[in-house]
Each structure stands twice: as C-alpha cells, then as structure tokens.
C-alpha cells in the first residue's frame, strides 16, 4: 500500500519535543523565532534581540516534526548562570500559531527549571512581561517586583525550585502531546 496523496497544510502534528537545542539548526531556528516574536512581533529591539548572554546561555526549543524528525523550532527559551547556583531565563518565546496551544509555555518553563537545577542551580530567576505574570504565578513562581527592560514593563520574578524536578539529561528533553486536529487528512491509497 502507497500513499500517493496527502494535504500536508491539514496534517496535524501530535506532540512537540522539548529539549536542549544541540545542533546548529536547532539554534538557527531559536534564533529565528525570537527575531520573529522580539524583533518584527513586538519591536522590542530594532535588528536583534542577540546579546552577551547567548554566548554562554543553554538554548532549550520545542520542535514538531514528522515521524520523530524535527522540522520546526515552534518555542524556544535561554538559561545561563548568572553567578554560581544562580542562573537567570529569558528570551521566552512560542510561536504564534502555537500560543493556544495548552501547556507549551509551561513545558518550556519547566525544562529551563529543571535543567538549571540539574547544573547546580539554588536560585532561578526571570523578567517576565507582564502579560505573562499570572501563568508564572500559578507555575509557583514570586513576584519580586517590577522593572523596565528594554523599555519594556516586566515582572521580576522567581521561580519555587521545588516545584521542578532535576532533569539530568535535557539533551534528550520530553515529548509534549498536542491537542489533535478534528480534521481528517484525505489520503488516496493504491493497493
């Protein structure tokens, strides 16, 4: 049996896998989408959200893809170590197709979390824009108090470590289901 056609625009991923980004596509395709959210979406910054902290952060992304190959960077966020034990999140982004989908965010919180904690993190903290604050709080996370970050209003804030469990190997992440699409894909057979 061959699948001679199919409507790849109807097809559906299932899952998303949330991981440390450990090649150069990976990190091309992060890169990408915090261009396309912090750069051209919100106008934060004028040709680059790239700063001081890339060069020594860990990048962590959620891919999709077919048949357990990734083929794109759907969210994506950045930890470094700030100081020993305390390490820092940002660049926080999903892309817009999949900001309604339910417990992305949160899956990328919590692999930042937890693979701090992995490298000997006793303190994680984030600037968090402040329509994202309520989702951080009820992830456990204090509010330590505003500030302006590239002019930008955020939530200092900081996360309860003991809501996140050590993940020893975040190259190797989680998978993330996805609601299903109720669409069928037309699919002709020859047999």
Same mark, same amino acid.
């Given at each position: 049996?061959?699948?001679?056609?199919?409507?790849?625009?109807?097809?559906?991923?299932?899952?998303?896998?949330? =991981? $440390?980004?450990?090649?150069?596509?990976?990190?091309?395709? /992060?890169? =990408?989408?915090?261009?396309?959210?912090?750069?051209?979406?919100?106008?934060?910054?004028?040709?680059?959200?790239?700063?001081?902290?890339?060069?020594?952060?860990?990048?962590?992304?959620?891919?999709?893809? $077919? $048949?357990?190959?990734?083929?794109?960077?759907?969210?994506?966020?950045?930890?470094?170590?700030?100081?020993?034990?305390?390490?820092?999140?940002?660049?926080?982004?999903?892309?817009? /197709?999949?900001?309604?989908?339910?417990?992305?965010? =949160?899956?990328?919180?919590?692999?930042?979390?937890?693979?701090?904690?992995?490298?000997?993190?006793?303190?994680?903290?984030?600037?968090?824009?402040?329509?994202?604050?309520?989702?951080?709080?009820?992830?456990?996370?204090?509010?330590?108090?505003?500030?302006?970050?590239?002019?930008?209003?955020?939530?200092?804030?900081?996360?309860?470590?003991?809501?996140?469990?050590?993940?020893?190997?975040?190259?190797?992440?989680?998978?993330?289901?996805?609601?299903?699409?109720?669409? =069928?894909?037309?699919?002709?057979?020859?047999?």
């Amino acid at each position: 049996m061959f699948i001679t056609e199919m409507n790849v625009e109807e097809f559906a991923h299932s899952e998303c896998h949330i =991981k $440390l980004a450990v090649d150069d596509w990976a990190l091309r395709e /992060a890169q =990408k989408l915090r261009n396309d959210v912090f750069v051209v979406e919100q106008g934060i910054f004028q040709t680059s959200d790239h700063d001081v902290f890339d060069s020594s952060a860990y990048t962590l992304v959620a891919t999709i893809g $077919l $048949l357990g190959i990734p083929d794109a960077v759907v969210g994506t966020v950045r930890i470094h170590e700030q100081a020993p034990g305390v390490w820092v999140g940002s660049r926080l982004a999903v892309d817009q /197709a999949y900001r309604s989908v339910k417990g992305l965010g =949160k899956a990328l919180i919590a692999i930042a979390v937890s693979s701090a904690r992995a490298q000997g993190c006793t303190a994680f903290y984030a600037n968090v824009q402040l329509p994202n604050v309520g989702l951080f709080q009820r992830l456990g996370w204090q509010a330590l108090g505003e500030a302006s970050v590239h002019g930008v209003q955020h939530m200092f804030m900081q996360a309860n470590l003991d809501m996140y469990p050590v993940e020893h190997d975040p190259g190797r992440g989680f998978i993330h289901l996805l609601k299903q699409s109720s669409s =069928k894909v037309p699919i002709e057979r020859r047999v």
